[in-house]
Nanobody, 124 residues
Framework: QVQLVESGGGLVQAGGSLTLSCTAS????????MGWFRQAPGKEREIVAA????????YYADFVKGRFTISRDNAKNMVVLQMNSLKPEDTAVYYC?????????????????WGQGAQVTVSS
């Protein structure tokens, strides 16, 4: 059974950077898209970025464009979210998710497997 494990969350000052990693364990034969979502207190979970298996296509939410970069290393079964120029409003629990298909989806229902989440806190 495949599991997703996030790492790299933490506390950072505004303007700083953090890198989140997501590693898949178990049988990982899927060539599906991967995504990062986040959920702030009192808010719904929202998509942040997503990437196809080849890495050819990437999606970014408007609020992270130019600041965050998603990448993947299929040999290591890893997806990485590099977050730069962090803002206090980026504070949330960040979740890695494995898509149901090869295509990028923007909804939670487009993703079949979720990690446990990593807390990111940005202080002002």
């Amino acid at each position: 059974q495949v599991q997703l494990v996030e790492s790299g969350g933490g506390l950072v000052q505004a303007g700083g950077s953090l890198t989140l990693s997501c590693t898949a364990s178990g049988r990982t034969e899927s060539r599906n898209a991967m995504g990062w979502f986040r959920q702030a207190p009192g808010k719904e979970r929202e998509i942040v970025a997503a990437i196809t298996w080849t890495g050819l296509y990437r999606y970014y939410a408007d609020f992270v464009k130019g600041r965050f970069t998603i990448s993947r290393d299929n040999a290591k079964n890893m997806v990485v979210l590099q977050m730069n120029s962090l803002k206090p409003e980026d504070t949330a629990v960040y979740y890695c998710a494995a898509g149901r298909t090869e295509g990028i989806g923007g909804r939670e229902s487009d993703y079949a497997l979720w990690g446990q989440g990593a807390q990111v806190t940005v202080s002002s």
